[in-house]
Structure formats: C-alpha cells, structure tokens
C-alpha cells in the first residue's frame, strides 16, 4: 500500500453503470426478472456498503428479495472483527451449498471485510467451490462488472488486490429507511490498535469531500429523512486528508445549518481525536443530537498502551467530564473489551470502575478475539479462557445494573422523540439519545417528531406514552 488516495472517475463509474445495462439486457433476452439477496454482518459500515451492493443489483435489473433460496444473486457482505463473526459466516456460507442445488443458477459472493483477508480468501478457493465471486471493500465499485463477467463466462472470479483504498461518489444506493439515512463520511482507518483487524481490511483513512457529503445531506433532508447517522471508523479524523482547510465539527456545523427539523448523529469517534471543539459545537446546535459513542476499551492507562490506543485513563476521563458539563443531558456509549493480553486482575477492577464512574448507556461489551496478522494475535496471554468469561459476566452484571437504574431514571421523564415505525402491537420511537420508547399512537405519527413521557422501564427499553413538552410531572 503506497497511501494515496484513489478518487473512481466518472468515465470508470460510467463503465460500470455500463455493465448494469448489459446485465439487464442479458436477463431480458431470457425474459426472466431476476433476484438477488444481501446478507449483511457487522457495523454500519457494512449495511451503508449494502445498500450501494443493492443499489447496484436494482440497477442492473435485480428484484431485492429477503431470503437466500430461490434468489439469482446471493451477497454475502461480510465482517472480520471477532472470530465468532467470521465462524458464523463460514456456517451460513456452507448452507448455500444447498440454496445453490436447488436453484444451480444462482451466483454466490462473499465480500466485505473478511474478503480483506489472503487466508480467507484460500480458503473460499479450496473449500468452497460454489461461491462464484470474491470482492474486497476496495473493489464494491466493481461489482457489475464481476457480476457480468460470472454470468457471461462462468468463471469463478476475484477482486481482492490490497489497495490503499479509493472514494467512488455516485454509486446508486438502495436505502433501508425512508426516515433515517447513514451517510459514510470517511474510509479506512490510520489508527492501527493492536487488537484491530480493521485498518488491514478497509484500507487507510481517506474523507469524502464536504461539498459531497453537505450535497448528499441536503438531498436526504428534501426528501424526508429526519435521522443522520455520519458514519467513519474515527470521525474525529475527518479532513485531515483534504486539501480543503475542514475539520469534523466544522462539517458538523455546516450540516446543522441546512433547513429543517433533524437530527445528525455521528460514529466513532475515537477518544483521542474527541476535542474541546467536538463537544462545544454538539453544545451549541439542537439539531446534532447529544449522543456520544466514545469505546474507551479498557480502564486501565497499562492496558490501553498496549491497545495503542494514545489516551490514558485520566485524559479520557477529563474529556467525558468536560463533554457532560457542557451537554447535561448527553447519552454516552461505549465499547469495552475484556481479556485483553495480559489483563490483570487489578486492571480488569479499573475497567469495572471506570463504568461505574462513567455509567453508559449501553456499553457494548467485547471478549477479546485474536486477529490473524494483529500485533496482539501474537502477544502473551497467559489468562485462562475460563476466567475470561468470569470477567465478562462480571462486567455484563455491573452494566446491566447501571442500564436499569438509568432506564428507571427516565420514568415520569418527557423527551422529544422522532417516531420510525411499528412493533406489533406499539409504535416506536427513538429519544434524541437514541433510546427506545414503544407507545400507543396512530401510524400516521410515523416520521414526525413528537413529544413522549415515559411510563415503564426494562434494562433494554422504554415503554410511554404522548405527552405536551416539558411534561415531567
Ligand atoms: N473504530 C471503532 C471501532 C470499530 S470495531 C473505534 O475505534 O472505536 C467495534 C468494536 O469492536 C471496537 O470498539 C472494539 O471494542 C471491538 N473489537 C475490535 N477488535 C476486537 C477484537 N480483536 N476482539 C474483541 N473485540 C474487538
Ligand atoms: Fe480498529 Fe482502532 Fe481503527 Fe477503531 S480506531 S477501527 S478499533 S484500529
Ligand atoms: Fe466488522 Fe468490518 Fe465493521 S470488520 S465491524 S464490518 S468495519
């Protein structure tokens, strides 16, 4: 990998809108409307790239189904981040052998971050023949034209060259929601934490240009989106490969200045790029919710070192603590794992102490997994698997504690909560902090902002009900 950035040009977005043509031509001279299904596993990164993979198929003339069998196209957009991740995916991957016996033209691909992997991609070579296509994340603008070529030639065909990553602008995009949108701010990621296989599969940060991103917001806002998500692997690096003089809260606050009622979140950002600056400017709009996911991976300064993680206990603290006086009412996620390499006893205690200092909610909680060709896949770790899962039970316990009590804490509470759809029996809606609140309410509530109190509580949701604003009786 040299670095540099590599932008998809028209004329090469063009060829590839180009084969979406010949494939359409080619199912219509068959006088068969064909179907594809995408499978999505991991983070948001993925179900956005799922969306350009749908969006892609809708082009070349595909009808998007919900299940693998039956379907002409099977995508498996897949993640790497723990082995449990990649083992399902094998499992899944295998059962297709079936799907594909009973329909024998379906074309199966594997892509995503697994496809990143040189051993994985041996492995899909050797054992397991009836995927037709392997395509890295740098090559999704490619799919049409490898798509065309397995449906023309028959050959099972790879696109995984290592490359340092590319932008592609334009790429059609099929969304899963009318209501909330992702919209990926950057690519790849420079930081290299020692557990991490990310930055080897997604390839160096590069940001997408702000005029793209504010045109791609402003488009969402006009036809009805009310929920933003801004997606990279540490926002807090936005720009920093721009020509153009930008930071992240700068981009923020020129999405908070387009007219109308929304609300812009944004993930990951990492805790030591998360400024004085990020926090102010969150402060000071109503429109960027007051919501933060900070991982902060361990509580312990030993530890984090070892996760070249370049922040210690005490600076992250410093920073939640400057984030929750300027936003009282600020929602703070996290990540945490346990068992890190050489994880003490005592430093296990300081990540129990610093959730309950911060108190999250949620945290999402993490066993380590070894990652092939990661610093930390090869260092010491003497710590029985056993006492690994104490510590995690032991974690899951405490955090479940602090979940219910702030759960509690929101009863008799009224938020101001954008309604997005129905569960059986209720409506739901998500609270600025991106909490779940079912109520009782007319699906033609969907899609507006209203105000709700909040009646009942579990460790995982809300229950309430429609109220006027400020009612906190
Ligand atoms: N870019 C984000 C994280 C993306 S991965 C950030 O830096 O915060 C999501 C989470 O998976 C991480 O925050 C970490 O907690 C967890 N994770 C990553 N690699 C892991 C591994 N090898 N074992 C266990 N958990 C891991
Ligand atoms: Fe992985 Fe660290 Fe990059 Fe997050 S910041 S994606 S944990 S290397
Ligand atoms: Fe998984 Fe790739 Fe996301 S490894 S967590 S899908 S960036």
Partial sequence: MNGKTTVISQQQLQQQLDCCNQINIWWREQEITPTAYVETYGCQQNEADSEKIRGLLIESGYAIVGEAEGADVVVMNTCAIREHAEQRVFGNLGAL?????RHPRQKIFLCGCMAGQDHVVQRIKKSYPHVDGVFSTHHLWQFPQMLLRILTTGKRTYFVEDEPGSIAE???????????AWVSIMYGCNN???YCIVPYVRGRERSRKSED???ECRQLIESGVKDITLLGQNVNSYGKDLEE????????????????????RFMTSHPR?????????????????KQLHLPFQSGSSRVLKAMNRHYDRETYLEKVNYAKSVMPDLVLTSDVIVGFPGETEEEFEETISLIEQVRYDPLFTFIFSPRKGTPAASMDDPTPKDEKNRR???????????????????IGKTFLCLVDGTDKEHLTARTEGGRLVRFTGDTNL???FQYIKVTGATTWSLTGQLALPMDNG
């Fill in 97 to 101: 052998t079936h799907t594909k016996r």
């Fill in 170 to 180: 334009g790429l059609p995009q099929q969304r899963d929601s009318q209501l909330k």
């Fill in 192 to 194: 290299f934490c020692t």
């Fill in 213 to 215: 991103i504010l045109k």
């Fill in 245 to 264: 003089n930008i930071d992240f809260s700068d981009l923020l606050r020129k999405i908070a200045e387009i007219p109308g009622q929304f609300l812009i």
């Fill in 273 to 289: 790029d998360a400024s004085q600056k990020l926090f102010d400017t969150m402060a000071a709009s109503d429109k960027i919710a």
């Fill in 392 to 410: 995690f039970d032991r974690l899951c316990a405490v955090q479940n504690t602090i979940s219910e009590q702030i759960h509690n804490g929101y």
């Fill in 446 to 448: 969907i899609g507006t």
